[in-house]
Protein backbone atom coordinates (compact mmCIF):
# COMPACT_ATOMS: atom_id res chain seq x y z
CA UNK A 1 0.00 0.00 0.00
CA UNK A 2 2.83 2.37 1.04
CA UNK A 3 4.21 1.64 -2.36
CA UNK A 4 0.75 2.31 -4.47
CA UNK A 5 0.12 5.78 -2.46
CA UNK A 6 3.36 7.76 -2.54
CA UNK A 7 3.30 7.94 -6.36
CA UNK A 8 0.72 10.32 -6.05
CA UNK A 9 0.60 13.10 -3.52
CA UNK A 10 -2.10 15.38 -2.49
CA UNK A 11 -1.63 18.70 -0.83
CA UNK A 12 -3.60 21.93 -0.45
CA UNK A 13 -3.59 25.04 -2.83
CA UNK A 14 -5.20 27.92 -3.25
CA UNK A 15 -8.36 26.70 -5.03
CA UNK A 16 -8.44 22.96 -3.85
CA UNK A 17 -6.17 19.77 -3.99
CA UNK A 18 -3.56 19.43 -6.49
CA UNK A 19 -2.69 15.62 -7.08
CA UNK A 20 0.97 15.28 -8.26
CA UNK A 21 1.99 12.23 -9.66
CA UNK A 22 5.30 10.35 -10.11
CA UNK A 23 6.65 8.52 -13.25
CA UNK A 24 3.99 5.36 -13.43
CA UNK A 25 1.53 4.30 -16.02
CA UNK A 26 -1.36 5.97 -15.88
CA UNK A 27 -3.00 2.68 -14.36
CA UNK A 28 -1.02 2.59 -11.65
CA UNK A 29 -1.17 6.17 -11.08
CA UNK A 30 -4.84 6.19 -11.02
CA UNK A 31 -5.24 3.56 -8.48
CA UNK A 32 -2.78 5.31 -6.12
CA UNK A 33 -4.96 8.22 -6.67
CA UNK A 34 -8.07 6.44 -5.81
CA UNK A 35 -6.74 4.55 -2.87
CA UNK A 36 -6.03 8.05 -1.18
CA UNK A 37 -9.49 9.03 -1.70
CA UNK A 38 -11.07 5.86 -0.35
CA UNK A 39 -8.80 6.09 2.85
CA UNK A 40 -9.71 9.21 3.65
CA UNK A 41 -13.24 9.51 2.20
CA UNK A 42 -13.92 12.79 4.65
CA UNK A 43 -10.84 14.73 3.78
CA UNK A 44 -11.75 14.60 0.31
CA UNK A 45 -15.59 14.67 0.80
CA UNK A 46 -16.95 18.16 -1.72
CA UNK A 47 -13.48 19.39 -2.84
CA UNK A 48 -11.87 20.30 -5.99
CA UNK A 49 -9.03 18.75 -7.83
CA UNK A 50 -6.24 19.61 -9.90
CA UNK A 51 -4.31 17.53 -11.19
CA UNK A 52 -0.55 17.65 -12.35
CA UNK A 53 0.28 14.57 -14.53
CA UNK A 54 3.36 15.37 -15.93
CA UNK A 55 4.55 13.73 -19.05
CA UNK A 56 1.43 11.56 -18.88
CA UNK A 57 -0.39 10.86 -22.12
CA UNK A 58 -4.24 10.93 -21.35
CA UNK A 59 -7.05 10.32 -23.80
CA UNK A 60 -10.93 11.33 -23.25
CA UNK A 61 -11.96 8.28 -22.00
CA UNK A 62 -9.78 8.25 -19.41
CA UNK A 63 -10.33 11.61 -18.19
CA UNK A 64 -14.27 11.00 -18.69
CA UNK A 65 -13.98 8.01 -16.17
CA UNK A 66 -11.82 9.72 -13.54
CA UNK A 67 -14.00 12.63 -13.42
CA UNK A 68 -17.46 10.23 -13.04
CA UNK A 69 -15.76 8.63 -10.81
CA UNK A 70 -14.59 11.37 -8.79
CA UNK A 71 -17.64 13.11 -9.00
CA UNK A 72 -19.56 10.08 -7.51
CA UNK A 73 -17.32 10.85 -4.40
CA UNK A 74 -18.28 13.97 -4.50
CA UNK A 75 -14.94 15.39 -5.72
CA UNK A 76 -14.75 17.86 -8.72
CA UNK A 77 -12.53 17.61 -10.78
CA UNK A 78 -11.33 20.87 -12.27
CA UNK A 79 -7.97 21.55 -13.82
CA UNK A 80 -5.58 19.12 -15.31
CA UNK A 81 -2.05 20.63 -16.06
CA UNK A 82 0.52 18.51 -18.11
CA UNK A 83 3.43 18.74 -20.24
CA UNK A 84 1.54 16.55 -22.78
CA UNK A 85 0.06 18.44 -25.79
CA UNK A 86 -2.32 15.50 -26.04
CA UNK A 87 -3.71 16.18 -22.24
CA UNK A 88 -4.06 19.52 -22.70
CA UNK A 89 -5.96 19.04 -25.77
CA UNK A 90 -8.21 16.54 -24.10
CA UNK A 91 -8.64 18.14 -21.28
CA UNK A 92 -9.33 21.66 -23.19
CA UNK A 93 -11.91 19.55 -25.00
CA UNK A 94 -13.93 18.53 -21.57
CA UNK A 95 -14.08 22.08 -20.27
CA UNK A 96 -11.05 21.13 -17.87
CA UNK A 97 -8.80 24.12 -16.85
CA UNK A 98 -5.15 23.60 -17.60
CA UNK A 99 -3.82 26.15 -15.84
CA UNK A 100 -4.02 26.85 -11.79
CA UNK A 101 -3.49 30.03 -11.04
CA UNK A 102 -0.02 29.37 -9.12
CA UNK A 103 2.81 29.08 -11.86
CA UNK A 104 4.35 25.94 -12.40
CA UNK A 105 7.23 25.44 -11.07
CA UNK A 106 10.92 26.13 -13.06
CA UNK A 107 10.28 23.08 -15.17
CA UNK A 108 7.53 24.53 -17.25
CA UNK A 109 9.93 27.16 -18.86
CA UNK A 110 12.28 24.46 -20.52
CA UNK A 111 9.60 23.09 -22.70
CA UNK A 112 10.95 22.09 -26.17
CA UNK A 113 12.34 25.24 -27.92
CA UNK A 114 9.99 26.65 -30.04
CA UNK A 115 11.21 28.78 -32.84
CA UNK A 116 9.89 31.01 -35.58
CA UNK A 117 9.31 28.42 -37.84
CA UNK A 118 7.22 26.20 -35.23
CA UNK A 119 3.36 25.65 -35.50
CA UNK A 120 0.71 23.67 -34.05
CA UNK A 121 -1.56 22.42 -36.64
CA UNK A 122 -5.08 22.07 -35.65
CA UNK A 123 -6.57 19.85 -37.89
CA UNK A 124 -11.04 20.39 -37.22
CA UNK A 125 -13.37 22.87 -36.07
CA UNK A 126 -12.95 24.26 -32.99
CA UNK A 127 -16.45 25.01 -31.41
CA UNK A 128 -17.59 27.05 -28.49
CA UNK A 129 -15.63 26.68 -25.40
CA UNK A 130 -12.52 25.50 -26.67
CA UNK A 131 -9.39 27.26 -26.35
CA UNK A 132 -5.78 26.73 -27.93
CA UNK A 133 -2.98 28.20 -26.68
CA UNK A 134 0.45 27.32 -27.92
CA UNK A 135 3.97 29.69 -27.77
CA UNK A 136 4.49 29.74 -31.53
CA UNK A 137 2.39 29.92 -34.37
CA UNK A 138 -0.89 27.94 -35.26
CA UNK A 139 -2.73 26.58 -38.53
CA UNK A 140 -6.42 25.62 -37.73
CA UNK A 141 -7.45 23.33 -40.83
CA UNK A 142 -11.46 24.52 -39.85
CA UNK A 143 -13.50 26.88 -38.64
CA UNK A 144 -13.13 28.95 -35.28
CA UNK A 145 -16.93 29.62 -34.34
CA UNK A 146 -18.11 31.70 -31.93
CA UNK A 147 -16.92 31.35 -28.77
CA UNK A 148 -14.14 29.48 -29.39
CA UNK A 149 -10.62 31.47 -28.78
CA UNK A 150 -6.97 30.81 -30.44
CA UNK A 151 -4.01 32.09 -28.72
CA UNK A 152 -0.57 31.96 -29.99
CA UNK A 153 2.96 34.08 -29.41
CA UNK A 154 3.37 33.70 -33.06
CA UNK A 155 0.96 34.49 -36.20
CA UNK A 156 -2.26 32.28 -36.81
CA UNK A 157 -3.73 31.09 -39.96
CA UNK A 158 -7.23 29.66 -40.19
CA UNK A 159 -7.94 27.63 -43.31
CA UNK A 160 -11.75 28.59 -42.63
CA UNK A 161 -14.23 31.43 -41.29
CA UNK A 162 -13.41 32.73 -37.99
CA UNK A 163 -16.35 33.72 -35.82
CA UNK A 164 -14.53 33.60 -32.30
CA UNK A 165 -11.35 35.53 -30.52
CA UNK A 166 -8.06 35.50 -32.09
CA UNK A 167 -5.30 36.61 -30.55
CA UNK A 168 -1.68 36.60 -32.06
CA UNK A 169 1.40 37.31 -30.88
CA UNK A 170 -0.09 37.64 -27.07
CA UNK A 171 3.46 37.98 -25.55
CA UNK A 172 3.91 41.23 -27.55
CA UNK A 173 4.99 40.43 -31.33
CA UNK A 174 4.08 43.15 -33.64
CA UNK A 175 5.14 41.37 -36.11
CA UNK A 176 2.52 38.32 -36.14
CA UNK A 177 0.05 38.13 -38.66
CA UNK A 178 -3.79 36.72 -38.66
CA UNK A 179 -4.81 35.20 -42.10
CA UNK A 180 -8.32 33.68 -42.87
CA UNK A 181 -10.62 32.40 -46.28
CA UNK A 182 -13.56 34.45 -44.00
CA UNK A 183 -12.15 36.86 -41.36
CA UNK A 184 -15.80 37.90 -39.56
CA UNK A 185 -14.15 37.69 -35.82
CA UNK A 186 -16.00 38.70 -32.61
CA UNK A 187 -12.29 40.59 -31.87
CA UNK A 188 -9.00 40.12 -33.39
CA UNK A 189 -5.92 41.00 -31.19
CA UNK A 190 -2.31 41.22 -32.48
CA UNK A 191 -0.26 41.66 -29.69
CA UNK A 192 -1.56 44.89 -27.35
CA UNK A 193 -3.68 46.14 -30.02
CA UNK A 194 -7.63 45.17 -30.17
CA UNK A 195 -9.91 45.26 -33.13
CA UNK A 196 -13.67 45.05 -33.08
CA UNK A 197 -15.74 43.07 -36.01
CA UNK A 198 -13.78 44.45 -39.08
CA UNK A 199 -16.32 43.77 -41.85
CA UNK A 200 -19.70 42.63 -42.41
CA UNK A 201 -19.66 38.89 -42.78
CA UNK A 202 -21.39 39.12 -46.42
CA UNK A 203 -18.99 38.04 -49.18
CA UNK A 204 -16.61 36.77 -47.42
CA UNK A 205 -12.66 36.56 -49.06
CA UNK A 206 -9.47 35.80 -47.77
CA UNK A 207 -8.08 38.33 -45.40
CA UNK A 208 -4.73 39.09 -43.68
CA UNK A 209 -5.05 41.28 -40.38
CA UNK A 210 -1.18 42.74 -39.33
CA UNK A 211 -0.36 45.84 -37.73
CA UNK A 212 0.49 48.46 -39.85
CA UNK A 213 3.25 51.58 -39.75
CA UNK A 214 1.21 53.20 -37.43
CA UNK A 215 0.22 50.63 -34.98
CA UNK A 216 -2.68 49.94 -35.63
CA UNK A 217 -4.62 46.61 -36.42
CA UNK A 218 -5.63 46.56 -40.02
CA UNK A 219 -7.03 43.65 -42.12
CA UNK A 220 -6.92 43.47 -45.95
CA UNK A 221 -7.74 41.43 -48.86
CA UNK A 222 -5.68 39.07 -49.85
CA UNK A 223 -3.74 40.00 -52.67
CA UNK A 224 -3.51 37.49 -54.98
CA UNK A 225 -0.07 37.35 -57.76
CA UNK B 1 -35.78 -3.95 -32.86
CA UNK B 2 -32.55 -3.25 -30.21
CA UNK B 3 -33.24 -0.37 -27.72
CA UNK B 4 -32.40 2.91 -27.82
CA UNK B 5 -31.53 5.39 -25.51
CA UNK B 6 -32.13 9.04 -27.17
CA UNK B 7 -30.89 12.44 -24.71
CA UNK B 8 -32.67 15.40 -26.00
CA UNK B 9 -30.33 18.36 -24.68
CA UNK B 10 -29.72 22.25 -26.12
CA UNK B 11 -27.10 24.04 -23.71
CA UNK B 12 -28.85 26.70 -23.62
CA UNK B 13 -32.59 26.72 -21.37
CA UNK B 14 -35.82 27.41 -22.80
CA UNK B 15 -35.80 26.47 -26.21
CA UNK B 16 -38.36 23.21 -26.52
CA UNK B 17 -35.94 19.89 -25.01
CA UNK B 18 -39.09 19.37 -22.70
CA UNK B 19 -41.59 19.91 -25.25
CA UNK B 20 -39.38 18.03 -27.59
CA UNK B 21 -38.97 15.24 -25.47
CA UNK B 22 -42.90 14.66 -24.78
CA UNK B 23 -43.78 15.12 -27.93
CA UNK B 24 -41.56 12.83 -29.62
CA UNK B 25 -42.02 10.11 -26.88
CA UNK B 26 -45.53 10.32 -27.88
CA UNK B 27 -45.72 10.01 -31.44
CA UNK B 28 -43.01 7.07 -31.29
CA UNK B 29 -46.54 6.01 -28.78
CA UNK B 30 -48.65 6.46 -31.42
CA UNK B 31 -46.61 4.37 -33.82
CA UNK B 32 -46.58 1.67 -31.50
CA UNK B 33 -43.48 1.85 -29.94
CA UNK B 34 -42.52 1.04 -25.67
CA UNK B 35 -41.31 4.33 -24.61
CA UNK B 36 -39.99 5.56 -21.20
CA UNK B 37 -39.22 8.87 -20.88
CA UNK B 38 -36.98 10.15 -17.84
CA UNK B 39 -36.87 13.75 -16.57
CA UNK B 40 -33.16 14.54 -16.22
CA UNK B 41 -33.41 18.20 -14.18
CA UNK B 42 -33.45 17.01 -11.08
CA UNK B 43 -34.75 19.66 -8.55
CA UNK B 44 -36.70 21.44 -11.68
CA UNK B 45 -39.02 18.48 -13.00
CA UNK B 46 -41.61 19.91 -15.34
CA UNK B 47 -42.03 16.91 -18.09
CA UNK B 48 -44.70 15.65 -15.74
CA UNK B 49 -46.50 18.72 -16.30
CA UNK B 50 -46.13 18.86 -20.22
CA UNK B 51 -46.91 15.17 -20.26
CA UNK B 52 -50.24 15.94 -18.35
CA UNK B 53 -49.14 13.28 -15.66
CA UNK B 54 -48.44 15.77 -12.79
CA UNK B 55 -50.86 14.66 -10.01
CA UNK B 56 -49.53 10.75 -10.36
CA UNK B 57 -46.30 10.93 -9.15
CA UNK B 58 -45.37 8.87 -5.89
CA UNK B 59 -41.95 7.96 -6.53
CA UNK B 60 -39.09 9.53 -8.89
CA UNK B 61 -35.69 8.53 -10.58
CA UNK B 62 -33.68 9.48 -6.74
CA UNK B 63 -36.51 7.13 -4.88
CA UNK B 64 -35.44 4.07 -7.37
CA UNK B 65 -30.98 5.16 -7.17
CA UNK B 66 -31.45 5.34 -3.52
CA UNK B 67 -33.46 1.73 -2.52
CA UNK B 68 -36.96 3.13 -1.82
CA UNK B 69 -39.12 2.10 -4.49
CA UNK B 70 -38.30 -0.31 -7.41
CA UNK B 71 -37.83 0.78 -11.01
CA UNK B 72 -41.44 -0.73 -11.82
CA UNK B 73 -42.92 1.50 -9.01
CA UNK B 74 -41.61 4.94 -10.54
CA UNK B 75 -43.08 4.53 -13.57
CA UNK B 76 -45.76 6.33 -14.68
CA UNK B 77 -47.71 5.23 -17.27
CA UNK B 78 -49.13 7.27 -19.72
CA UNK B 79 -53.14 8.73 -19.96
CA UNK B 80 -53.69 7.51 -23.61
CA UNK B 81 -50.91 5.35 -24.17
CA UNK B 82 -50.55 2.08 -22.46
CA UNK B 83 -46.74 1.68 -23.53
CA UNK B 84 -45.31 5.21 -22.78
CA UNK B 85 -44.16 6.03 -19.48
CA UNK B 86 -42.67 8.31 -17.57
CA UNK B 87 -39.90 8.02 -14.89
CA UNK B 88 -39.86 12.48 -13.14
CA UNK B 89 -37.39 13.88 -11.58
CA UNK B 90 -37.07 14.52 -7.60
CA UNK B 91 -38.20 18.06 -6.96
CA UNK B 92 -36.89 18.57 -3.86
CA UNK B 93 -33.19 17.59 -4.45
CA UNK B 94 -30.81 18.52 -6.69
CA UNK B 95 -28.55 16.96 -9.42
CA UNK B 96 -25.84 15.57 -6.89
CA UNK B 97 -28.35 12.90 -6.45
CA UNK B 98 -27.60 11.29 -9.35
CA UNK B 99 -24.52 10.17 -11.27
CA UNK B 100 -23.56 8.93 -14.82
CA UNK B 101 -23.41 5.43 -14.12
CA UNK B 102 -26.83 5.25 -11.97
CA UNK B 103 -28.23 6.72 -15.08
CA UNK B 104 -26.70 4.10 -17.26
CA UNK B 105 -27.77 1.72 -14.86
CA UNK B 106 -30.96 2.47 -15.10
CA UNK B 107 -31.15 2.65 -18.86
CA UNK B 108 -29.73 -0.84 -19.01
CA UNK B 109 -32.78 -2.08 -17.03
CA UNK B 110 -35.27 -0.27 -18.92
CA UNK B 111 -33.75 -2.07 -22.04
CA UNK B 112 -35.56 -5.39 -21.84
CA UNK B 113 -38.66 -3.83 -21.74
CA UNK B 114 -38.81 -0.69 -24.08
CA UNK B 115 -38.08 0.01 -27.65
CA UNK B 116 -36.56 3.51 -27.05
CA UNK B 117 -36.02 5.55 -23.65
CA UNK B 118 -35.50 9.26 -24.19
CA UNK B 119 -34.21 11.38 -21.38
CA UNK B 120 -34.88 15.08 -21.13
CA UNK B 121 -31.27 16.75 -20.00
CA UNK B 122 -31.54 19.90 -18.20
CA UNK B 123 -30.15 23.08 -19.65
CA UNK B 124 -26.21 24.24 -19.35
CA UNK B 125 -22.83 21.44 -19.21
CA UNK B 126 -22.52 20.15 -15.66
CA UNK B 127 -23.64 17.53 -13.43
CA UNK B 128 -27.89 17.19 -14.80
CA UNK B 129 -26.33 17.35 -18.38
CA UNK B 130 -23.47 14.55 -17.48
CA UNK B 131 -25.99 12.44 -15.99
CA UNK B 132 -28.14 12.59 -19.02
CA UNK B 133 -25.39 11.88 -21.76
CA UNK B 134 -23.63 9.04 -20.42
CA UNK B 135 -26.23 6.64 -21.02
CA UNK B 136 -27.20 7.94 -24.75
CA UNK B 137 -27.03 5.85 -28.01
CA UNK B 138 -27.94 8.72 -29.53
CA UNK B 139 -28.25 12.33 -28.73
CA UNK B 140 -30.47 15.22 -30.36
CA UNK B 141 -29.65 18.27 -29.81
CA UNK B 142 -32.52 20.99 -29.39
CA UNK B 143 -31.80 24.59 -30.45
CA UNK B 144 -33.39 27.67 -31.87
CA UNK B 145 -32.71 29.97 -34.89
CA UNK B 146 -30.91 32.70 -32.67
CA UNK B 147 -27.14 33.61 -32.24
CA UNK B 148 -27.40 32.60 -28.28
CA UNK B 149 -28.78 29.37 -28.77
CA UNK B 150 -26.96 28.01 -31.41
CA UNK B 151 -23.24 29.03 -29.95
CA UNK B 152 -24.41 26.94 -26.81
CA UNK B 153 -25.82 24.23 -29.01
CA UNK B 154 -21.94 24.42 -30.57
CA UNK B 155 -20.56 24.05 -26.96
CA UNK B 156 -22.87 20.93 -26.51
CA UNK B 157 -21.43 19.41 -29.99
CA UNK B 158 -18.02 19.95 -28.87
CA UNK B 159 -18.10 18.15 -25.75
CA UNK B 160 -20.09 15.66 -27.15
CA UNK B 161 -17.27 15.10 -30.08
CA UNK B 162 -15.00 15.40 -27.48
CA UNK B 163 -16.80 12.36 -25.37
CA UNK B 164 -16.94 9.89 -28.17
CA UNK B 165 -20.89 10.20 -28.38
CA UNK B 166 -21.04 9.81 -32.13
CA UNK B 167 -23.06 12.21 -34.25
CA UNK B 168 -25.31 14.23 -32.53
CA UNK B 169 -28.84 14.99 -35.02
CA UNK B 170 -30.13 18.53 -34.46
CA UNK B 171 -33.44 19.85 -33.99
CA UNK B 172 -34.29 22.95 -35.19
CA UNK B 173 -37.59 24.35 -32.91
CA UNK B 174 -39.68 27.58 -33.35
CA UNK B 175 -38.62 28.43 -36.72
CA UNK B 176 -40.84 31.16 -38.20
CA UNK B 177 -40.41 31.46 -42.05
CA UNK B 178 -41.90 34.81 -42.18
CA UNK B 179 -38.78 36.61 -40.02
CA UNK B 180 -36.64 34.42 -42.18
CA UNK B 181 -37.98 35.67 -45.28
CA UNK B 182 -37.31 39.77 -44.22
CA UNK B 183 -33.88 38.72 -42.74
CA UNK B 184 -35.06 38.81 -38.93
CA UNK B 185 -34.29 35.62 -37.98
CA UNK B 186 -31.68 32.95 -39.03
CA UNK B 187 -32.56 30.47 -41.56
CA UNK B 188 -32.26 26.89 -40.83
CA UNK B 189 -29.59 26.87 -43.43
CA UNK B 190 -27.27 29.05 -41.59
CA UNK B 191 -27.86 27.23 -38.16
CA UNK B 192 -26.85 24.05 -39.87
CA UNK B 193 -23.69 25.97 -41.64
CA UNK B 194 -22.32 26.85 -38.14
CA UNK B 195 -22.96 23.35 -36.33
CA UNK B 196 -22.17 21.57 -39.55
CA UNK B 197 -24.46 18.18 -37.93
CA UNK B 198 -26.92 16.36 -39.37
CA UNK B 199 -30.72 18.13 -39.10
CA UNK B 200 -33.15 15.55 -37.99
CA UNK B 201 -36.44 18.25 -38.24
CA UNK B 202 -37.16 21.50 -38.08
CA UNK B 203 -40.17 22.14 -36.35
CA UNK B 204 -41.72 25.68 -36.95
CA UNK B 205 -43.14 28.59 -34.25
CA UNK B 206 -46.69 27.38 -33.27
CA UNK B 207 -49.15 28.57 -30.48
CA UNK B 208 -50.65 25.16 -30.29
CA UNK B 209 -47.62 23.82 -28.95
CA UNK B 210 -47.68 26.14 -26.17
CA UNK B 211 -51.85 25.49 -25.20
CA UNK B 212 -50.82 22.10 -25.72
CA UNK B 213 -47.92 21.83 -22.90
CA UNK B 214 -49.89 24.00 -20.10
CA UNK B 215 -52.95 21.82 -20.68
CA UNK B 216 -50.75 18.67 -20.22
CA UNK B 217 -51.75 16.85 -23.82
CA UNK B 218 -48.86 17.37 -26.71
CA UNK B 219 -49.27 19.41 -29.72
CA UNK B 220 -47.89 16.14 -31.68
CA UNK B 221 -51.74 14.50 -31.08
CA UNK B 222 -53.34 17.50 -32.66
CA UNK B 223 -53.37 16.27 -36.92
CA UNK B 224 -53.82 19.59 -37.77
CA UNK B 225 -50.67 21.33 -36.04
CA UNK B 226 -47.66 21.75 -38.13
CA UNK B 227 -45.31 22.05 -35.09
CA UNK B 228 -46.92 18.26 -34.17
CA UNK B 229 -46.72 17.49 -37.73
CA UNK B 230 -43.12 18.55 -37.23
CA UNK B 231 -42.39 16.06 -34.96
CA UNK B 232 -44.31 13.21 -35.70
CA UNK B 233 -42.08 13.40 -38.77
CA UNK B 234 -38.54 13.54 -36.51
CA UNK B 235 -40.39 10.31 -35.04
CA UNK B 236 -40.46 8.48 -38.22
CA UNK B 237 -36.83 9.71 -39.05
CA UNK B 238 -35.62 8.61 -35.78
CA UNK B 239 -37.01 4.98 -36.06
CA UNK B 240 -34.96 4.85 -39.72
CA UNK B 241 -37.93 5.85 -41.98
CA UNK B 242 -36.57 8.35 -44.80
CA UNK B 243 -39.71 11.34 -44.41
CA UNK B 244 -38.98 14.38 -47.05
CA UNK B 245 -38.87 17.64 -44.85
CA UNK B 246 -41.81 19.80 -44.92
CA UNK B 247 -42.27 22.95 -46.85
CA UNK B 248 -42.57 25.71 -44.11
CA UNK B 249 -43.42 28.20 -47.12
CA UNK B 250 -46.91 26.57 -47.55
CA UNK B 251 -49.03 28.72 -45.78
CA UNK B 252 -47.53 32.11 -48.21
CA UNK B 253 -48.45 29.93 -51.45
CA UNK B 254 -49.62 33.47 -52.85
CA UNK B 255 -46.87 35.28 -52.06
CA UNK B 256 -44.76 32.67 -53.82
CA UNK B 257 -46.46 33.05 -56.63
CA UNK B 258 -46.06 36.31 -56.88
CA UNK B 259 -42.62 35.92 -56.41
CA UNK B 260 -42.23 33.37 -59.39
CA UNK B 261 -44.13 35.59 -61.43
CA UNK B 262 -42.28 39.41 -60.93
CA UNK B 263 -39.31 36.90 -60.83
CA UNK B 264 -38.22 38.35 -57.56
CA UNK B 265 -36.88 36.03 -54.66
Not at chain 2, 239 to 256: I, R, T
Request: hydrophobic residues 40%.
Amino acid sequence: MEQITSLVQIKGIRDGLLATFADAPWEEQRLALLAQIDERPAFFQGARLAMDVGVQTLKVNDLVDLRDFLSERNISLWAVISESGTTEQTAQLLGLATRISKPRPEERKQTPEISDDTALFVNKTLRSGTRVEFPGNVVVLGDVNAGAEVIAEGSVIIWGRVRGMIHAGCKGDNSAVICALDLSATQLRIANEVSAVLKPPKDPRPEIASINKEGHLQAELWQTG
Amino acid sequence: MTSQVLTVTSGKGGVGKTTAVANLANALAMDGKRVVCIDGDIGLRNLDVVMGLENRIVYDIVDVIEGRCKLKQAMIRDKHYPELYLIPAAQTRDKNAVSPSDMVRICNDLRADSDFVIIDSPAGIERGFRNSIAPADRVLVVTNPEVSAVRDADRVVGILEAEEKGNPSLIINRLNPALVKNNDMLSAEDVLDLLGIQLIGIVPEDESVIIGSNRGAPVVTDAKSRAGQAFRNIAKRIQGQDVPFMDLDQQSGLWKSIQRITGRK
